[in-house]
Antibody, heavy 120, light 108 residues
Framework: QVQLVESGGGVVQPGGSLRLSCAASGFTFTHHGMHWVRQAPGKGLEWVAV????????YYEDSVKGRFTISRDNSKNTVYLQMNSLRAEDTAVYHCVRGTTVGRGAFDIWGQGTMVTVSS | SYVLTQAPSVSVAPGKTARITCGGN??????VHWYQQKPGQAPVSVIYYDSDRPSGIPERFSGSNSGNTATLTISRVEGGDEADYYC???????????FGGGTKLTVL
C-alpha cells in the first residue's frame, strides 16, 4: 500500500524551528521527486519545496527561501523539511506529496498532513 | 510568476454537468493537473496531464486544455463530488509548481 506519513508538526513561537519528516512506503522511493505543499486554515494549496529523486536539485517557494531546507534520506525512504525563522504566516497543514516523475510534473500521492502553528 | 485563475465557486444540480475552468496565459502550451479536496481530507488527483485519469477515478471526470483555458468537466454530478478543486501547472520560468486558487463545487 502506497503511503506517506508526516510527523513533526506542533506549536512553535515566532522565530523558532521545526523539522518535519515524511516516511514513505509501498513504492520505489528513488523513482520519485518529493514535495511539501501547505494549506493555511481556510485557504488554498501552496507549494513549498521539491527535491529531485536523487537529491540533486531542490527548489523553494520564494517566501521560504533561506529559511526552509528540504532533504531526503533514500536509505530510510524519508523526506524532511527543516523550517527555521518561522513566522505566523507559516501556520498551515504541511502535506508531503509524491511527484509523478523524478522531478517536475504532477502530484499523485498525498500524505494526510501535519499541522504547524506559529504563535506566541 | 505564472498565475492560474479559478472561479471561487460553481453550483450544479445532481445529474447535471459541472465545468470548472482554470485560466492562464497560453495555458494550452502547458500540462494541467487537477486535484479534488473534500473537507478535512488530503487532496486527491483526478486528472493528470490535461486529460488522463488516475486509476480509480470515474469516467465522469474528464479534462481539456486549449488556448488560455483548461477545463475540468464532471458529468452526471453526484453529491459525493462536492469538494474544492484545484488546477496546477509547472511554471517553466520559476521552475516550480503553481496552483490555482481553487473552486468550491456545490451540488444543489
Amino acid at each position: 500500500q502506497v503511503q506517506l506519513v508526516e510527523s513533526g508538526g506542533g506549536v512553535v513561537q515566532p522565530g523558532g524551528s521545526l523539522r518535519l519528516s515524511c516516511a514513505a512506503s509501498g513504492f520505489t522511493f528513488t523513482h520519485h521527486g518529493m514535495h511539501w505543499v501547505r494549506q493555511a486554515p481556510g485557504k488554498g494549496l501552496e507549494w513549498v519545496a521539491v527535491i529531485w529523486y536523487d537529491g540533486s536539485n531542490k527548489y523553494y517557494e520564494d517566501s521560504v527561501k533561506g529559511r526552509f531546507t528540504i532533504s531526503r534520506d533514500n536509505s530510510k525512504n524519508t523526506v524532511y523539511l527543516q523550517m527555521n525563522s518561522l513566522r505566523a504566516e507559516d501556520t498551515a497543514v504541511y502535506h508531503c506529496v509524491r511527484g509523478t516523475t523524478v522531478g517536475r510534473g504532477a502530484f499523485d500521492i498525498w500524505g494526510q498532513g501535519t499541522m504547524v502553528t506559529v504563535s506566541s | 510568476s505564472y498565475v492560474l485563475t479559478q472561479a471561487p465557486s460553481v453550483s450544479v444540480a445532481p445529474g447535471k454537468t459541472a465545468r470548472i475552468t482554470c485560466g492562464g496565459n497560453n495555458i494550452g502550451s502547458k500540462s494541467v493537473h487537477w486535484y479534488q479536496q473534500k473537507p478535512g481530507q488530503a487532496p486527491v488527483s483526478v486528472i493528470y496531464y490535461d486529460s488522463d485519469r488516475p486509476s480509480g477515478i470515474p469516467e465522469r471526470f474528464s479534462g481539456s486544455n486549449s488556448g488560455n483555458t483548461a477545463t475540468l468537466t464532471i458529468s452526471r454530478v453526484e453529491g459525493g463530488d462536492e469538494a474544492d478543486y484545484y488546477c496546477q501547472v509547472w511554471d517553466s520560468t520559476s521552475d516550480h509548481p503553481v496552483f490555482g486558487g481553487g473552486t468550491k463545487l456545490t451540488v444543489l
